[in-house]
C-alpha cells in the first residue's frame, strides 16, 4: 500500500503552527521604499560589544575548519563565573535549541507539558513536537499564575516551561513565589525557566535560579547572548541543569551546533561589562521614557521589566501595527501568540524610539484608528 507523504507525517506535526518571526527591516524597506525602524524582535538597539565584534572577526581567519563541538572553552568560563560545573552547562543555538532538547529528552504522546497563555510560543511549540499533551494555564495580571500550574500537574506531566521576566508580557515573579511553586511541583518534573531578559529587569526578589539549582535537580535556567549582549544574530544561549539531563540533550544536539565564531564572539562579550552596563542603563531611561508617552497618548502599557513593552489596544491591534507599518515603523502583533487585542514594542535607541512616538501619535489622531482609552483600560483589567 502506497502512502502520501503527508500520510506518513505524524499529526502532531502536521497540526504544528510556524513560528513567526519578526518581519525584516530590509524587506519593508523595499516594499515601501521608505526608511524603516524595527522596534519588535526586542534586540539591542545598541548593537554587539566592540570586544565580541573583534573576536568574530579574528574567528573567521579559521572559519575553515569545525568549531569545538562542545564549546568547551565557554563552558569553563561560565562554570567558572557562575559558580557551577563545566558539565553542568549546554550552549546551543540561543535559547530556542535548548527549549526544543529538553521536550525531546523528556516528551513522548502519551506524556504531557505545561506552559501558561501568552508566553513565549516556542514552549508550547516544543511540547508539542515532541508528541506530548499540552496544558495551558491562563495568565494572571498579565504574568505567570504559578499556583495555577502547580495545580494542573498530573502524573503524566514530565516537563513545565516558564518564563521570568515574561515574553511578550514583560511580568516577572518574586523569589518567594517560585520558591513556594518549586516546593509545590514533584521532583520528576523538570521545571525549565527561561532567562533571556534578566539582565534588564529592576525587581529587586528575582530568583536565584542558580542558587535554587543545588537545592533542586529538576530546574533548568536558561540564558542567552541574543539580548542584552546583543548578538542575536549568532545564535548562541546556554542553559544550567543537571549533569544527565545536559548529557542526554547533548544526545540529540547537532554536532557542531555552535559557530566558532558565535563561540568567540560570546566569550569577549562576558568581559565586556562595560557594555552590558551601558544597554541596560539606555534600557532603563528608555523604556520609561516609552512607558511615559505612551500613557500620554490614552494607552494602557503595562510595566515592563524587560527591553519592550506590551500594550493591551483592543480590537484593533493587527490594523494599528499595519498603520505604523505604513509609516515605517515596525512593532510586534500578537495575534500569533495568542492576544489579538494587544502589540509588543521593543524599546530601540533614543532615535528609534522617537520615530514610533511620531507615528504612533499620528496613526492614533486618525479617526479610523481612533481609541477609547475605556477599552484599552477594560482590556488591561482583566486576565487574558
Request: hydrophobic share 40%; charged share 25%.
Amino acid at each position: 500500500m502506497t502512502h502520501t507523504l503527508e500520510e506518513l507525517i505524524p499529526d502532531y506535526i502536521q497540526g504544528l503552527p510556524a513560528y513567526v518571526a519578526g518581519k525584516p527591516v530590509e524587506e519593508v524597506e523595499q516594499e515601501l521604499k521608505i526608511h524603516a525602524v524595527k522596534l519588535a524582535s526586542n534586540e539591542n538597539p545598541l548593537g554587539p560589544s566592540p570586544k565580541a565584534m573583534e573576536a568574530a572577526r579574528r574567528a573567521l581567519g579559521d572559519a575553515n575548519w569545525y568549531p569545538d563541538g562542545g564549546s568547551k572553552r565557554l563552558r569553563e568560563v561560565l562554570a567558572l563565573r557562575f559558580g557551577v560545573k563545566a558539565d553542568e552547562i549546554f550552549v546551543g543555538l540561543g535559547s530556542s535549541e535548548i527549549i526544543d532538547l529538553a521536550s525531546r529528552v523528556l516528551l513522548k504522546p502519551g506524556s504531557e507539558g505545561i506552559t501558561s497563555e501568552g508566553s513565549f510560543a516556542l514552549f508550547s511549540i516544543a511540547i508539542r513536537a515532541s508528541g506530548g499533551k499540552l496544558f495551558l494555564t491562563p495568565l494572571r495580571q498579565f504574568g505567570f499564575d504559578l499556583d495555577a500550574i502547580a495545580k494542573a500537574v498530573t502524573p503524566q506531566t514530565r516537563i513545565v516551561y516558564i518564563a521570568n521576566p515574561n515574553n511578550p508580557t514583560g511580568t516577572a515573579f518574586g523569589a518567594a513565589e517560585f520558591s513556594a511553586f518549586m516546593k509545590k511541583v514533584p521532583g520528576d518534573v523538570l521545571i525549565v525557566m527561561d532567562e533571556a531578559y534578566r539582565e534588564y529587569a529592576d525587581r529587586p526578589d528575582l530568583p536565584q535560579a542558580r542558587e535554587l539549582f543545588r537545592e533542586y535537580n529538576n530546574l533548568l535556567t536558561l540564558r542567552t547572548f541574543s539580548k542584552v549582549y546583543g548578538l542575536a544574530g549568532l545564535r548562541i544561549g546556554y542553559g544550567v541543569g543537571h549533569p544527565t539531563l545536559v548529557a542526554e540533550m547533548n544526545k540529540l544536539r547537532t554536532p557542531f551546533n555552535v559557530t566558532s565564531v558565535g563561540q568567540a564572539a560570546a566569550l569577549a562579550a562576558l568581559d565586556d561589562e562595560e557594555h552590558v552596563r551601558k544597554s541596560v542603563e539606555i534600557n532603563r531611561a528608555e523604556r520609561k521614557r516609552l512607558y511615559e508617552e505612551l500613557k500620554k497618548l490614552g494607552l494602557a502599557p503595562v510595566a515592563s521589566e524587560t527591553n519592550f513593552l506590551f500594550v493591551p489596544i483592543g480590537p484593533r491591534a493587527k490594523a494599528l501595527c499595519d498603520e505604523l507599518l505604513q509609516e515605517g515603523v515596525i512593532i510586534r502583533p500578537l495575534g500569533w501568540m495568542g492576544l489579538p487585542e494587544a502589540i509588543r514594542i521593543s524599546v530601540g535607541s533614543p532615535a528609534e524610539n522617537t520615530k514610533l512616538i511620531g507615528a504612533l501619535a499620528h496613526a492614533l489622531a486618525r479617526p479610523a484608528a481612533s481609541l477609547k482609552t475605556s477599552r484599552a483600560d477594560e482590556f488591561s483589567n482583566r486576565s487574558v
